[in-house]
């Protein structure tokens, strides 16, 4: 787990029991209230895209994902 405060693009999560890829994190700090993670992530299921904001100091699970490189003929 780390914490929302290390999450970046094309970083993969779980949101909500399922796996997610962040396409923009913005940490916003706005005066003398709590600093947030403003992201955008689309869920691997279904391809939703959806707004969501993270505390600093929430902890966010990372699933263990493999990447291949193919060649197609």
Sequence with gaps: MIKAVDLRKGRTIV???EPAVIHEAQHVAK???RSYMQTKIKMLKSGVMSDVRFNVDDRVEIPFVESKEYEYL
């Design 31 to 33: 005066g003398n209230k």
């Design 15 to 17: 949101y909500e029991g």
